[in-house]
């Protein structure tokens, strides 16, 4: 059984900046991409950022400059520091990971997701 637990929404205004973390547990043998999407109310769920296992990013066009995205092999945790945030950041921001556990191939697990707003 795995599980990613996210961690660092709330509230912040305009231009302030917001860290959320995401841990993964449970029998994982590998990680290989790990990442960020978010789903604003009416809208689809899209890509904030990744992180392949060799460490290469990508970043949806909105965020580039403002927000960075990190891992921690050792811990099993995903990090996106966002600053400069703005009123059109707000959505549910969902983690997930692409885990291998015992006798399997990678799947795409997902965490519950965790609510960001930005006030203007």
């Known amino acids: 059984q795995v599980q990613l637990v996210e961690s660092g929404g709330g509230l912040v205004q305009a231009g302030e900046s917001l860290r959320l973390s995401c841990a993964a547990s449970?029998?994982?043998?590998?990680?290989?991409?790990m990442g960020w999407y978010r789903q604003a109310p009416g809208n689809q769920r899209d890509l904030v950022a990744h992180?392949?296992?060799?460490?290469?990013?990508n970043y949806a066009d909105s965020v580039k400059g403002r927000f960075t995205i990190s891992r921690d092999d050792a811990k099993n945790t995903v990090s996106l520091q966002m600053s400069s945030l703005k009123p059109e950041d707000t959505a549910v921001y969902y983690c997930y990971a692409e885990i291998s556990v015992p006798s399997t191939w990678y799947f795409a697990y997902w965490g519950q997701g965790t609510q960001v707003t930005v006030s203007s």
């Open positions: 449970g029998s994982i043998v590998s990680i290989n991409t």
């Open positions: 992180v392949t296992r060799r460490g290469v990013t």
